[in-house]
Structures are given as structure tokens and as C-alpha cells.
Nanobody, 114 residues
């Protein structure tokens, strides 16, 4: 299974970006899909997750600004990012997992300028 993420880029503070991630390859049923990010010199951290039941979880730093949506049947997950701040600058990774397997995307750079 390969996860392909896209949608990163450079945006000014206050702007918006939409990240998308799709799985391809072998048959895989994710129970949880999500996004993580890693800024330079920092550990990778959770941004948002969504379960097959639709339950979402957000980092406190992005609540009210980011929205995650997923389609478990198609193994796709989106992250709508609004009101972006410079501190959101990081490489964003999509993640899909079930009780047995975990997959990571290659990462997409998001840079928010002041």
C-alpha cells in the first residue's frame, strides 16, 4: 500500500490550503486515518484523525481552524486548513492504520509566511 499526499505549498498567514491523501496498491481497510506534522527540530505530532465511524480528534493548536474528512471506502483523507499561522509550517504526513498495519505518506511541505 502506498499513500500519496498532495496539496502543500507556500501561503501567507491567514490563508488556506487543502491537503489530500489517497491510498493505492494492495487492498487495505483503514480504521483510522489522519494527518501528522513535523517542524524542523521538533518531533512529529498529531494534527487530526478520523475513524471509520466519523469520530474526529484534533490537536488543540488547530481546533477551529482545520477540518479533517475521510472516505474509508475509498481510502482517502482530506485536511482543510484555514487561518493558517507561521507556526503551522511543517512537513505534513498522512497516516492510515487498522489493528494490524500502519502506513505513512511521503510528506508534503506546508510553509506559512508572515
Amino acid at each position: 500500500v502506498q499513500l500519496q499526499a498532495s496539496g502543500g505549498g507556500l501561503v501567507q498567514a491567514g490563508g488556506s490550503l487543502r491537503l489530500s491523501c489517497a491510498a493505492s496498491g494492495s487492498t487495505f481497510s483503514a480504521s483510522v486515518m489522519g494527518w501528522y506534522r513535523q517542524a524542523p527540530g521538533k518531533q512529529r505530532e498529531l494534527v487530526a484523525t478520523i475513524s471509520t465511524g466519523g469520530k474526529t480528534n484534533y490537536a488543540d493548536s488547530v481546533k477551529g481552524r482545520f477540518t479533517i474528512a475521510g472516505d474509508s471506502a475509498k481510502n482517502t483523507v482530506l485536511l482543510q486548513m484555514n487561518s493558517l499561522k507561521p507556526e503551522d509550517t511543517a512537513v505534513y504526513y498522512c497516516n492510515m492504520r487498522n489493528y494490524v498495519l500502519t502506513y505513512w505518506g511521503q510528506g508534503t511541505q506546508v510553509t506559512v509566511s508572515r
